[in-house]
């Protein structure tokens, strides 16, 4: 799960990072009284999004009057801000953080990420901070800087200290860094997040260490045991086929494709994903009704699929051990009515009372093309997939 720029700064804060003074914002009026709060001359206007990268899409404004800031309000609210993390469609500005502006003297790049060979958590950084890590990479490779932590110990000030000595930051400025550097890694480990991402993390002209924005992505599988963390999500920022899936215990995840596919079991739906694509056409989505699937769960999973409006073919590939194949025909069946589905629908049937599915089907009266393997199905659905397109 992502969370807001905000959101993120406020929980820095608590583990000692330096933040820039800011509030919140859902209008321009808002806007402009969060300056006079803040008092000062300069303010920054930042759209709160789940995406980096806003800078460069207008969403990140500094304003040196009230007239300004307002301006700057309304050209983001209400607007679906496109940048290359995005994708096209672009995600909607219905926030905004206002803060006091910062003089920077220098950008830095501070993340923690797990990487997964290593089973550790890695610090990465570069004193060529400000550009996203990809360019970092492609442009000074030689200045990113790698740390890996030791889990049994944490992050020790001194491990935090060779990094800001490596950073080639001024000795005046090397305690601020060790209290960054450890407040960071005491954030991700007591919250579980999987990332944390400070770009810039800025020297300010007075020698203070600020971070000036902030990413932070926790572990979903860890959030039953962070309540205040689990309730920072917005739904607005994610994608709503996911969302709708989520929400009812399905394991989906939206792809680009045309194809949807409700599987048992997470092997099977890769492999499913796969054989669709060999046989020539793009799957819409990977899903996981789970074992002992009941027929509602079944038409809940031809919901999450049809949710997608791309979708324009349906394969369904069960391979039943848990499971029973009666269940899933039956959930079929009460999809296809309900649903009053008209586009091409597949389904394999495999295991545990198959011969019952096969007959619910068969009996139905219902235009459901059958397939006895894995391979058949796929190739029915990209070839019925293609028939309606081109009819
Ligand atoms: P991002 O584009 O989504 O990564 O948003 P950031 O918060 O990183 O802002 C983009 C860039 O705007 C930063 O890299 C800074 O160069 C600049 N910026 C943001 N806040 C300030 C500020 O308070 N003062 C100054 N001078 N520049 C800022
Ligand atoms: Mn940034």
Not at 25 to 49: F, H, T
Not at 114 to 141: F, N, T
């Amino acid at each position: 799960m992502d969370i807001h720029e905000y959101q993120a700064k406020e929980l820095l804060k608590r583990f000692g990072v330096n933040v820039p003074r800011g509030g919140i914002a859902y209008s321009p009026e808002q806007a402009v009284y969060r300056c006079s709060e803040l008092s000062g001359d300069k303010w920054v206007v930042k759209a709160q999004i789940h995406s980096g990268a806003r800078g460069k899409a207008g969403g990140v404004r500094i304003c040196a009057t009230e007239e300004e800031v307002a301006d700057a309000a309304t050209w983001m609210l209400g607007r679906k801000l496109v940048t290359h993390q995005t994708g096209p469609q672009g995600k909607l500005v219905s926030r905004l953080y206002i803060e006091e502006a910062t003089s920077i003297a220098q950008e830095i790049y501070l993340a923690f990420v797990m990487d997964r060979k290593l089973e550790r958590v890695v610090v990465v950084a570069s004193a060529q901070g400000g550009m996203e890590i990809e360019e970092i990479s492609e442009k000074e490779p030689e200045s990113i800087i790698r740390s890996v932590v030791d889990p049994a110990v944490g992050m020790q000030a001194f491990q935090a200290r060779e990094i800001a000595f490596s950073l080639g930051l001024d000795a005046a400025l090397i305690n601020q860094a060790v209290k960054t550097i450890t407040g960071c890694y005491r954030l991700m480990e007591e919250t579980d997040a999987n990332m944390v991402e400070i770009n810039p993390l800025v020297v300010t002209s007075s020698g203070e260490i600020v971070a000036l924005d902030a990413k932070l992505s926790f572990d979903d599988n860890a959030l039953f045991r962070h309540p205040g963390i689990s309730e920072l999500r917005d739904k607005s920022q994610e994608d709503p086929r996911e969302t709708y899936a989520e929400d009812r215990g399905l394991n989906y995840i939206g792809l680009e494709g045309r194809i949807g596919c409700i599987v048992n079991g997470a092997g099977l739906a890769m492999a499913t994903l796969d054989m669709i694509k060999q046989a020539g056409g793009e799957p819409a989505n990977f899903l996981d009704v789970g074992g002992g699937a009941s027929p509602e769960r079944v038409l809940m999973s031809f919901k999450a699929v049809l949710n997608d409006k791309n979708v324009e073919a349906i394969l369904v590939n069960i391979f039943a051990g848990i499971n029973r194949c009666d269940w899933i025909a039956e959930g079929v069946i009460r999809a296809v009515r309900e649903l009053e589905l008209t586009m091409p629908l597949v389904v394999r049937l495999s295991g545990t009372n198959v011969e019952e599915g096969r007959k619910l089907l068969a009996d139905s009266g219902l235009n459901i093309i059958t397939a006895d393997t894995l391979a058949e199905a796929a190739d029915k659905v990209v070839e019925a997939w293609k028939a309606a397109r081109d009819a």
